[in-house]
């Protein structure tokens, strides 16, 4: 498994205003993910994060909104840029260790 | 591209009782199979999974699952089911090459009744 952590684990933002979400892992990994799960749903794809390369991203999400830095092999930033009540979801990390997908504890974000 | 189906959004079952929980996938390409746990305001918790081998895969918390790929289905089972085994369980696919996006199903949320 992995141990993986988020901060912040919860936030209230203000509408017009930014916050990055960090993604701490316990070992290296090449490949990370970022997911959005809004109040009640399933989890989204929002991008992949490959090590040494630029992010991809998944149709709907757009750098611009959801810029992503990948510094190093145990590290990821999510930021969501002008955020509105849309964004108000759970955000998580999941970095993928031999094959599996593991997942952070989650970033719950409420935008006033 | 994937895609997973859960039919069931909510199954309720009394404590002690089996449990099975439905999960279709759609697929061209080989896949890997998951089953993730997500108890009330936590993150998402690997069950089990099934990269390849033997069909019935054992998990965590005497859960199980067995691939079928003549009915692509993954329907996960536990034999007596515990009021600590409420939670919503997610099925998911991911291809076995390339970058492996992981594609989740919709959810079903057990409901153990004391």
């Known amino acids: 498994s992995a141990v993986i952590s988020q901060k912040p684990s919860r936030d209230i933002c203000q509408r017009g205003t930014s916050l990055t979400i960090q993604c701490q892992v316990d070992?290296?990994?090449?490949?990370m993910f970022w997911y959005r799960q809004q109040p009640g749903q399933s989890l989204t794809l929002i991008a992949t994060?490959?090590?040494?390369?630029?992010?991809?991203?998944e149709s709907g999400f757009v750098i611009d909104k959801f810029p992503i830095s990948r510094p190093n092999l145990t590290f990821s930033t999510l930021t969501v840029s002008n955020m509105s009540p849309e964004d108000s979801s759970i955000y998580l990390c999941?970095?993928?260790?031999?094959?599996?997908?593991?997942f952070g504890p989650g970033t719950r974000l409420t935008v006033l | 591209a994937q895609s997973v189906t859960q039919l069931d959004s909510q199954v309720p079952v009394f404590e002690e009782a089996p449990v099975e929980l439905r999960c279709n996938y759609s697929?061209?390409?080989?896949?890997?199979l998951f089953w993730y746990v997500q108890y009330p305001n936590q993150g998402l918790q690997l069950l089990l999974k099934?990269?390849?081998?033997?069909?019935l895969v054992k998990g965590i918390n005497g859960f199980e699952a067995e691939f079928n790929k003549s009915q692509t289905s993954f329907h996960l089972r536990k034999p007596s089911v515990h009021i600590s085994d409420t939670a919503e369980y997610f099925c998911?696919?991911?291809?076995?090459?390339?970058?492996?996006?992981?594609?989740f199903g919709t959810g079903t949320k057990l409901q153990v009744i004391p």
């Open positions: 070992s290296q990994v090449t490949m």
């Open positions: 999941s970095p993928r260790r031999i094959d599996t997908q593991y």
């Open positions: 099934y990269l390849s081998g033997s069909t």
């Open positions: 998911a696919v991911s291809d076995t090459g390339g970058y492996q996006k992981v594609t």
């Open positions: 994060a490959n090590q040494g390369s630029e992010a991809t991203y």
């Open positions: 697929s061209s390409v080989s896949v890997y």
